[in-house]
């Protein structure tokens, strides 16, 4: 089983960004997928999750309304759509996958990608 993020990179305040978490091994769309992320200094942080169900919980205030979760079971993909980024949003964003159901709760998780940077500055 391999999760790969993709996507990150650098963006100007107000920019966005697409997030791509690939898999192998495993089918998305019958899992729960997360997307967390850990800012320098920080603990890991739940952003967003989407159930086996197809449905979608937002962990954080700061980001609802800008950032969106989705799947594209073709792809065997799940995404995270990041608009009006702020620099509060820089951090290394990871995709996780656990079997019971979603959790914004890192140890929870039971499969991790590598994580991808996002780096928002003027």
């Known amino acids: 089983l391999q999760l790969v993020e993709s996507g990150g990179g650098w963006v100007q305040p107000g920019g966005s960004l697409r997030l791509s978490c690939e898999a192998s091994g495993l089918t998305l769309e019958n899992s729960n997928v997360g997307w967390f992320r850990q800012a320098p200094g920080t603990e890991r942080e739940g952003v967003s999750c989407?159930?086996?169900?197809?449905?979608?919980?937002d962990y954080l205030d700061t980001v609802k309304g800008r950032f969106t979760i989705s799947r594209d079971g073709a792809k065997n993909t799940v995404y995270l759509q990041m608009n009006s980024l702020k620099p509060e949003d820089t951090a290394v964003y990871y995709c996780?996958?656990?079997?019971?159901?979603?959790?914004?709760?890192?140890?929870?998780?039971?499969?991790w990608g590598k994580g991808t940077l996002v780096t928002v500055s003027p």
């Open positions: 996780a996958v656990r079997n019971y159901d979603c959790s914004a709760y890192a140890p929870a998780m039971d499969h």
């Open positions: 989407i159930t086996s169900g197809g449905y979608i919980i």
